[in-house]
């Protein structure tokens, strides 16, 4: 089984200061970046999504601003892949499976923002086109969000979505566990 690091959407608007700061994105840019080092140490193949929102009425990712680069934890390098996208399945109107299969890649290890949209759109799309997945959840963040008059605290919107993933979708596991430590 050949195997990729797929870094979804680690970039600066989520961080404080950007435009749409999530809760925790430093300690999961922090564990993705140790899953980079390591690929990058073993030569495994690295894939980076990057996420650029063109409308109109678009608050964030947004062409030309500070905010939609790739955080520099983990900004690419070399020949990696850069694959934008515009939608929050990393895999509609983008390479990203030509990209894989290209390289028969069978199984994606992944880390990146928001555990609530693009990281589970694009795992279940993964696992629905034939890919086995993982996902570190250490290295995943998520924001707050509202529902009627509550708010939902990033660290259970996180949670959630990391339990619907794991065993239907994913091996959900920490840093520690995917790097074998």
């Not at 694959?83 to 028969?104: C, D, M, W, Y």
């Not at 660290?155 to 794991?166: I, N, P, W």
Request: aromatic share 4%; glycine share 10%.
């Amino acid at each position: 089984m050949s195997k990729a690091l797929l870094l979804i959407d680690i970039q600066r608007d989520y961080f404080p200061g950007g435009a749409h700061p999530l809760v925790g994105p430093e300690p999961a840019a922090e564990a993705a970046r140790r899953l980079l080092a390591d690929y990058r140490d073993r030569g495994e193949p690295v894939i980076h999504l990057q996420h650029i929102s063109e409308g109109p009425d678009a608050t964030f990712m947004r062409p030309g601003t500070d905010g939609v680069e790739i955080h520099p934890l983990v900004a690419p390098a070399g020949d990696e892949p850069v694959i934008q996208k515009q939608a929050p399945n990393g895999f509609v109107g983008t390479s990203l499976e030509r990209e894989l299969r290209g390289h028969g890649i069978d199984e994606i290890v992944v880390a990146g923002m928001m555990s609530s949209m693009c990281v589970d759109a694009t795992v279940r799309a993964a696992v629905d086109l034939g890919f086995t997945a993982t996902v570190v959840h250490d290295g995943c963040a998520a924001p707050d969000l509202r529902f009627g008059d509550e708010t939902i605290p990033g660290a259970t919107v996180h949670a959630s979505f990391m339990a619907a993933l794991d065993g239907m979708y994913a091996d959900v596991v920490s840093a520690d566990e995917a790097l074998g430590d």
